[in-house]
């Protein structure tokens, strides 16, 4: 998301949930169904005259029909979109014949993710949080309680055995994070958007398979 000043990107970004669940095949292929919840004061401000350039998160089937057009290894299999009183929810089914691609779509300036694998197995780190700097008591307060209800989670299906670890921008372990399943041939793990956006050494999980 593209805003103008970094006090707006943790304002919009506490208005944000997001549910990823990915299917891994022994080849790289798989799916991914993604489903998030955009606040509706931010839909609308993305709609203001002279703000649409901002709102760079799909929110209808031709965003993401233009978004995947850029990346032939992907495809959309299903989109629906409804609203409740409070968020404008979208859940989309995507299909990719490589994990490079699905990074294509998931992070394309390729700052906040790190891949490597082959046939036999591979490790994604994904970074969830840089790290706070410092905080201003009021703004944190607003900003919690505004992002209360938002979550960000994210789970992964391997072919055979996987594993989640959790650290900090130094590699350090960390305890961070609820619903931690850690072994498996599905892990998964799941944030308060308050935990992301307040953390001060940065949230990194780690997929190994």
Known sequence: MRV????????????????????????????????????RALDSLGKLDGNERWNTIPVGKADFERTLARIPEIKLLSFSSKEDEKNLIIDSKLEFSSFKGLLSFLDAGGRRSVYSGNGNGGSLAVTLSEGMDSKNAGLSKLIADISESYSVKMSMSFPGEGSLAIYDLEGNPINAGTELITRGKKVSCSFSLSEILFSTEGIVVVFNW
């Open 4 to 39: 103008l000043f970094p006090f707006i990107v943790c304002l919009l970004c506490s208005c944000l949930g997001i549910n990823a669940d990915i299917v891994l095949n022994h080849n790289g292929s798989g799916t991914m169904n993604l489903e998030y919840h955009i606040s």
